[in-house]
């Protein structure tokens, strides 16, 4: 669960990068069908939310693709992960609120929140992550003061600066250890 304004960053950080991916990978439907299906997903929900099942052929195959472009939340009472049909959907905006943040502030907002949980790491650990270009975090990270460090390979690793470490003796957990 995250608040609503970091729902905002999130979704205005990742848009553009999933966009790309999906029109790179060809899971978009045609141009032309992206502003129509968008306008009657808005026009099916502008009464609020609808479970998937209640969406009928609107949800079809097209929900997933459809959220690049109308930003929808799952809303209680929902399905769960084996009964997605269940899911009750609603518009962003009408249930979160109206959107707030723009692009870099969003790269800003996943760089930092990467870096808060799990830093020091590469540019690559932050890209992958978050699902965007390692040139989209870098500029995510432009006005962030950044300390940097070389792992034991010599690659670059960056964290925020005046962030905790732990003593240099310490060993590893399990999960950060090589295969």
């Known amino acids: 669960m995250v608040s609503r304004r970091q729902f905002w960053l999130y979704a205005m950080g990742i848009r553009r990068s999933r966009q790309e ?72 905006e009408d249930w979160v609120g109206p959107n707030d943040a723009t692009e870099d502030q969003g790269l800003e907002h996943l760089v930092r929140s990467y870096l808060r949980a799990f830093g020091p790491a590469a540019w690559g650990d932050i890209s992958s992550w978050a699902g965007i270009s390692v040139a989209d975090t870098r500029r995510g990270a432009a006005n962030l003061a950044l300390t940097r460090f070389q792992d034991a390979g010599g690659k670059e690793l960056v964290d925020l600066a005046g962030a905790p470490l732990p003593d240099p003796a310490t060993p590893a957990p399990v999960r950060f250890l090589p295969h």
């Open 21 to 92: 991916w999906a029109t790179r990978v060809r899971a978009l439907p045609p141009e032309r069908q992206l502003p129509d299906g968008a306008n009657r997903m808005r026009e099916l929900l502008r009464d609020g939310p609808k479970t998937v099942k209640e969406l009928g052929d609107d949800a079809t195959g097209f929900l997933g693709t459809l959220s690049f472009y109308v930003d929808l939340v799952r809303v209680p009472p929902s399905g769960t992960w084996e009964r997605r049909r269940a899911d009750r959907l609603t518009l962003a």
